[in-house]
Every structure is written in C-alpha cells, then in structure tokens.
C-alpha cells in the first residue's frame, strides 16, 4: 500500500449501493513497479464498487492495448488487451491477501488501494509467449524468421539416424 497512491478507493464515506471508478495505466505506472518489459501501455480500468453492510465487491474490466516484444523476432506490435475480474474485500482482524479473490483489510480501514491488483492483472492477461501476429499469419518480413527458416532441419535430410529408421519399421 503506497500513501502516495492515486490507484485507491476511499470507501467509508460511500453510500450502500453501487459505484463507478475509473483509473488509466500507463508506461509511468508500471515504471513504479521497476517492470519495463512493456514498450509502451494504455489501459483503462474501469471498477465497479458494489457497497454492502459488511464487505465490498469489486468487479475489475480492464480494456487497452500494450505495446510487447516478439518472443521469437523481438519486433515490436500492440497486443489487445481485454479482461474482467473480481474481488471481495471483507473485513477482519489484520490485513490479509493471501487469497486471490478474497481481500481482508482491518477494521476501521477507510481506503483500498488498488495499483497492485491492477498491475497483476494487466501482466497476468497477457499470454505466457508472445508471437506477433504477422508470425502466426505469415504477413512479417524479417531478417530473423529467414535465419530461423534456414536453421529449421529438413524433413528428408539424408543425415537421419539409422536407429530411428529401425524403429520405425516397428509401427508398420
């Protein structure tokens, strides 16, 4: 929890009911974090706060595009980003977030900071290998896929292995 913190929802002086709250991520915000695997980011997070008597409900939609390195190229391109999650925050006798969609804050508290939930969110929603789309549709010209293309091994190479020839006659 940053004092300093614009990512936070001060919800004692709500009424019982639901509420809109809206923040923006940028380059800025994840340099907070020491995170720079992101080129350059814009996301919109859009909470709405659902007031009850004795827990809150948040609902998280995250909408932008983060701009990420190629895992195989390195080239550059804007990956879309649209997500949605929850969170209930209920509260008890000490601080507590062991669970990911279960928030504890101590009685009394009067504010919840969100930065962290947002920024696990926008780095969790992007896929764990990152190919450019002109990868996957042929479209990307690059310096990089023909050398891969000339590495890649041949499917009738005369190099192959005697034993694997032996164990393939196996199948038949």
Not at 41 to 54: A, E, H, W
Not at 62 to 69: A, F, S, W
Not at 77 to 87: C, M, N, P, R, V
Not at 116 to 129: D, M, R
Request: glycine content about 4%.
């Amino acid at each position: 929890m940053k004092p300093d913190s614009k990512y936070k929802i001060e919800f004692a002086g709500l009424k019982t009911g639901n509420h809109q709250f809206n923040f923006n991520a940028d380059k800025k915000f994840f340099d907070r974090f020491s995170f720079s695997d992101f080129n350059d980011v814009t996301v919109n997070i859009d909470i709405d706060l659902t007031k009850k008597s004795t827990l809150l409900e948040l609902k998280f939609v995250l909408k932008g595009v983060v701009n990420i390195n190629c895992d195989l190229t390195n080239e550059p391109f804007d990956f879309e980003i649209k997500h949605e999650a929850s969170l209930v925050v209920k509260f008890g006798q000490e601080y507590n977030d062991e669970d990911d969609e279960i928030l504890v804050l101590p009685h009394g508290e009067h504010k919840l900071y969100v930065d962290q939930y947002i920024f696990e969110l926008i780095v969790l929603s992007l896929p764990p290998k990152r190919i450019h789309p002109g990868v996957e549709d042929g479209s990307l010209k690059s310096e990089i896929l023909d050398i891969l293309e000339d590495l890649k091994p041949k499917e009738n190479s005369n190099l192959a292995d005697p034993r694997w020839e032996q164990l393939k006659s196996l199948k038949k």
